[in-house]
Structure formats: C-alpha cells, structure tokens
C-alpha cells in the first residue's frame, strides 16, 4: 500500500473498496458526484466490478490500477468508478449483462464503459497491462475507447441503443396459460442428468462447480419416482467432493469450485452462500440415506463457519480469500517434509500415504490434501486395526489444524449480507432438525437478531451491514432469502415469531417488487434508486434466482396462510417462465423445484400439542428424521383459538388431551393421529 496515494475509497466501509483506497487511479464510489464530474468534463466513465475474494480482480489490480503510467491514463481519459459486487448486486447485475451481451462471456473483475448518462457501450472483464496471448492490453483499450468516445458518437450511441434494447428486453415476461405437464419436473432432471460425469460425479468437465439446486431437484425426483439414479447421482456428487481438495479436510468448509474434473484442486477462496446451500444438501441427503458421513461433514461445515465466519453480534461474514503471502492456496497445502516435522516419521508415514501426500506434490510442488485409502485399507497396509487408524487421523488433523492456524490466514471479508445469511438460515434449519448441537440454534438466533436490530428500519431491510453500519435498501434476493430462512427456522423450531416475520416480510416484498403489469419480481423495489434498467432475476447462479425463491416462499406461505394473493402470484411467475424452465432447466432448477412443490401439492402437517410436551417432541422428532421435500408444518397449542390463526387450522383438536397430529393433502385431512407408527405410515406411503 502506497501512503503517497490516497482516493475517495478511503471512506467507504467495503473491504473490497478500501482495497483500492491507495490506487493511483483516482477512483470514485458509485455516486452522483462521479456521473455529475462526467459530464462536466465529457469525459466516458470506466466502472470497475469486482469483489474482495476474486483472484483475478487482485491480479488486475497489481498489474494495472498500481501502475503509474496506467493509472496516470486512466485518469486522464475516463472518470473511474470502482463498485463491490456484493455490496451493489443490482448494478452488477445490470453491467454484466450488458458485458454478456457485447462480449458472449461474463465474470470478474468487470470492466465496463460507461456514458456520462450511466449507459453502457463497450466493455469487458479481465485485461492485462500489454496485448498477451491474444488478449488486447488495457493500454490500447483505454486509448480505443476514449477515441471511439470522442470521434465516433454515433457509433457509442448506437452501441448504447442496442444494449438498453437488448436489457429492457430481458424483464420481459409473458404470462402463459398452458397447464403444466405431470411430468415436467421428470423431463428437466432427465435433461440435466444427461450432463453427468459418472466417472467423477457432477455436471460436465473442468471446471466443476457446486450445483444445490440441481441436487435438491435430483432428490425430489428420486422421491416422486423411486428411480435410484438420481439418488446416486446425487451421493456419488457429494461423496466425490467431501474427498476431494475443494473439502477443506482439516478445517471443514467448502473451496469455490474445482479447476479439473475430479473435485481435487479448488480455486482456495470460501464462500458463505456455497457452504450456506451445501449445508442444507447435506442435512437433505442424510435424511434420504442415513449415511452418517454425510451429517459429519455437514457438522463440520458448520462448525468452521460458526468458528471462522461468525460475527460477535450474529450474522455469518462474506467470503475468505484465495490467496495468503501473495500466493493461492498458500494457507491450505503442505509439504511432505512439513508434515513429518509436525507428525513424526511413523505416523507422517500413515497420514501422507492415507491423504496423498507426495513429494513431488500435487499442486506447483506443494500437496492438496484429500484422501485416497478408506480407513480399513490403511489398516490392512499398516497392520494396525481400524480403530488405531481412525485414532490416528483424527490426532494428526488436529495437530496439523493447529499448526495451520499459525500461518498468515487468507484475508476475510467481513460484510454481512443479508441475501447470504437467509441462506445460512436455511442451512441452519435444516440441520437442527438431524442435529442437537447449541451452537447451531444459537448462531441462527442471534443472526436473526442481528438482522432485526441492526438491519431492519423502518419497516424495510437492507442489504449490508459492517463496522456497525447498515446501509443499501434490502434487494429482492434478501426478503425473499430470508423470509424463507426464517421459514425454514420455523419448520425446524416452531417458534411463532419467525413465521410471523417471515408473512410481515414477504408482505414487503410483494409491495416493493411485484411488477403489478407483466407479474413476476423486479430486483430492486420500488423506493431504490433509479438506474437505467430494472432487471427481473429468473436465472440461478451461485446463489438460486430470487424469482425461484419468492415463488417458494408464496406457495409455502399460501399453505400455512390461506392467502389467495399469494398462491395467485406464486401462479404467474411459474405460466410467465414455463417455456424457459422446459428449455433451459439447469438454470431454472430452483424454480422447477418451486413447481414441483406446487404441482405435487405439498402434506400440510398440523400438531396440536404443547411444545415441551414429550408427545410432541416424538412426533415431531419423526417429521424430522424422514426427507420430505413437499412438506409444510405448524404446532399450535390446544388452547388457542386456531381458526383465528389460519382457517386452515379450524377444527383441528386434541384427542384424549394428547399431541395430535393432522395430514392433510390437496384439501383432504387425514383423521387425528396419535401415535408416532400411523404418521409414520401416513407421511412415507401416501
């Protein structure tokens, strides 16, 4: 960091931007001023997107936003706006668009130019210094740009109208009355299975990324259907990734995505919304299976998210880095040599044969730590018995977990996103539901908490919160992520509260987003800042389209509810994408779960019974333990007046003045039960 350099970066609170805060460019935040400063002097403004955990946004920016002679360009030619991705994903979503159209490809760091109006013309993502490997230098882009700005207006603005043509119509949606096909959720999982590596699990090749959403959409089929091929897909994915290098195995937690195909080197930085949604999967698939191995990695998941990524006050921080010392990976791979300096020669000789370490390495010279032998064939090779290995293991991962922590640890950005913890939520809930550790139901509390006290004002949420500061109107992705983490937390808890903040939220939602003329949800509400486009989300990426979540949450809310409303707009956003989920479902696998949800008309279970009644308990210990993805569940106490709660609820009683449970099904309840064998019955065979 350079002291002589100082930019108006230095007073934001994002890590990615004071990152940037001792450039040499002179950067602006997204502002007024800037746009304002443009026009004053023509000059074209260069907006710059990325995020604190992008590699190649630190590569660009030691190459080119630290150079003098760039910078000194940069400042002469363009107004230079730098934005953090997490922070505004609503201009990210708008410029990276723009930037996939001009340019058939997306991705970080962004680089987008812009008019003194805000509209874009020409951009790209990655540049390097000078022309390499066929590539144009950022040099000869800026020059090209600034002089096709100056002398070529007509082109620009041309450049300009096809790109606001092509946005304006992306948030096009039309409302198609054409029932659904009873096998439409069948026809998408067959169509995304036919991307399957068998030989190593997950969709296409090189390079692999975490995909819940189809995952969740493969269980749901193998549910409805009972083909076994989709369950194995599904365990078979799991399993090669938990042994895999994009498993952390000493500390837990998931890498990004793996740059080969055999799930063995990741690209090192950890996200909170992969490991968020790879916990839910976990808890998901051991409720299918009862592999243990699948609660185990689950629980170690969550302990090194509770332990690394857990503000004091709540709420789950944003990312962990790539790179540590200037190099990737460097905090995470070993040396031979190292390893037996900690373990010892006898036992270094056990762990490096069991996790393949080597010499040579297997990633520039250094090791990835991932298992090759079960614990039963390190027995049989050392001669000791299972119970020896496994102890062994279990000493040697913490002995070297504890010499990693000793290391410069890779740098953390500690933005709390709204959007990111709904999904920490849901991951939470589900696991409270096969898990009785405390940490996990303290940590959702106290990020529900935080959430309500310090990100929530006057009625609306908002979208970020760090060094004691909330700022940005909540987007779509946040009401909708969680308000059904909140209704997860509820099914998992049954604590009234979070359902009546999930319906108080939800409520917001639909006021703020709902487009009232073609239907489905904007990304920005109504009270957010103008920009030059409003863009609906329908596609999933690495986190699940706010649609897809927003229809789930209506038609979970409608069945727990009674409210026509939302059942009736849950119904549009599903006819208004119906030809997209049919023709790309990999990218609508959270809405085709939506639908499934809808199609297959969900068991809506109603106990009636005091909470800390052990009859209760059982029954809902019984709910818990069965995998259920069409499900939704309510506990109201025989004393209160159930018909005032909901009218779905009316009439339902105890019998005998015991926990008493009710299915009911496409507007037909099951007679009260009592016993936990006839739920059983009812809830698997039915």
Known sequence: MDAKHTNRLVHETSPYLLQHAHNPVDWYPWSDEAFAKAKEENKPVLLSIGYSACHWCHVMERESFENEQIAELMNNLFINIKVDREERPDLDEIYMNAVQMLTGRGGWPMTMFLTPDRQPFYGGTYFPPQDRHGMPGFTRILQGVAQAYRDKPDDVQKSVGQILSALKQMSHSDDHEHAFAPDAIGKAAEQIASAYDAENGGLGQAPKFPNPGVYELFLRQHHHSGTERF?????????????????????????????????????????????????????????????????????????????????????????????SEGEEGNFFVWSRKEINQILGEEDGEIFTRVYDVTELGNFEGKNILHPILTVA??????????????????????????????????????KIITSWNGLMLSGLAEALKISAKPSFLAAANRTIQLIFTKMYSDGMLLHTYKDGKAKQLGFLDDYAFIAVGLLDFYEATLERSALERAVE??????????????????????????????????????????????????????????????????????????????????????????????LGKPKDIVLVGKPDDPRTTELLALINSLYLPNMTLQLVSPDEPLDEI????????????????????????????????????????Q
């Open 231 to 323: 369950l194995n897909m599904v365990t078979h994915t799991l399993t090669k990734m938990m042994l895999g290098g994009i498993y952390d195995h000493l500390g837990g937690g998931f890498h990004r995505y793996s740059v080969d195909e055999k799930w063995l080197v990741p690209h090192f930085e950890k996200m909170l919304y992969d490991n968020a949604q790879l916990v839910r999967t976990l808890a998901l698939l051991y409720r299918a299976t009862g592999n243990k191995l699948f609660r185990r990695v689950m629980e170690e998941t969550l302990d090194y998210l509770i332990r690394e990524m857990l503000h004091s006050e709540g709420g789950f921080y944003s990312t962990q880095d790539a790179d």
């Open 377 to 414: 064939q390190a027995a049989g090779l050392f001669k000791k018995t299972p119970d020896q290995i496994e102890t062994l293991i279990t000493q040697a991962k913490q002995k070297l977990f504890a010499a990693r922590e000793r290391r410069e640890k890779p740098f953390r950005d500690e």
């Open 505 to 598: 939220l939800t409520e917001v939602m639909v006021r703020e987003f709902w487009d009232s003329s073609e239907g489905g949800f904007f990304y920005t509400g109504n009270s957010h800042e103008q920009l030059i486009s409003r863009t609906k989300p329908i596609f999933d990426a690495s986190v699940p389209s706010g649609n897809a979540k927003a229809t789930e949450l209506l038609l979970r809310l409608y069945h727990l509810t009674g409210k026509e409303d939302f059942v009736g707009k849950a119904e549009t956003v599903l006819r208004s994408y119906s030809h997209a989920m049919e023709s790309q479902p990999f990218g609508f696998a959270h809405m085709l779960c939506a639908l499934d949800f809808h």
């Open 646 to 685: 909901s009218p779905l609820l009316a009439g339902k009683t105890q019998i005998n003045r015991t926990a008493t449970a009710y299915v009911c099904h496409n507007h037909t309840c099951s007679p009260p039960l009592t016993r936990p064998e006839e739920l059983r019955s009812l809830l698997v065979n």
